[in-house]
C-alpha cells in the first residue's frame, strides 16, 4: 500500500448495536406525539410584497451594503416614521 493510500475500511458490524430498535414501544410512543413542521416558523406580523420605484442612486447605495438590503429599507423607512409621523 503506498504512503498516501488511507486504509478505509470500517467495522460496520458493532455498530448495529448502538443504532435504536425504532419499533421499540418507548420510540413509538414519541414519534406519534411529535409534530412534523417544514419551513420557517410563522410570523406575528409578516411582510408584504409590493412593488415602488426608488431613484437609481439610493438603491445602489443600500445594495452595496450585500445582503439585507431589503431589510435596511425597511428599518430606514420605519426610523423616518418614528421621527415624522406622530400614530394618531
Do not use: C
Not at 9 to 21: A, G, H, T
Not at 59 to 75: E, H, K, P, T
Amino acid at each position: 500500500m503506498s504512503e498516501n493510500s488511507k486504509n478505509t475500511s470500517n467495522n460496520f458490524e458493532d455498530e448495529d448495536d448502538i443504532i435504536p430498535d425504532m419499533s421499540d414501544p418507548y420510540w413509538v410512543s414519541r414519534f406519534e406525539k411529535a409534530t412534523l413542521t417544514r419551513g420557517r416558523p410563522k410570523l406575528e406580523t409578516p411582510k408584504v410584497s409590493t412593488t415602488i420605484r426608488f431613484d437609481a442612486d439610493i438603491l445602489a447605495r443600500f445594495r452595496a451594503g450585500g445582503a439585507g438590503w431589503q431589510s435596511r429599507i425597511n428599518d430606514a423607512l420605519r426610523q423616518w416614521l418614528s421621527e415624522h409621523v406622530s400614530d394618531t
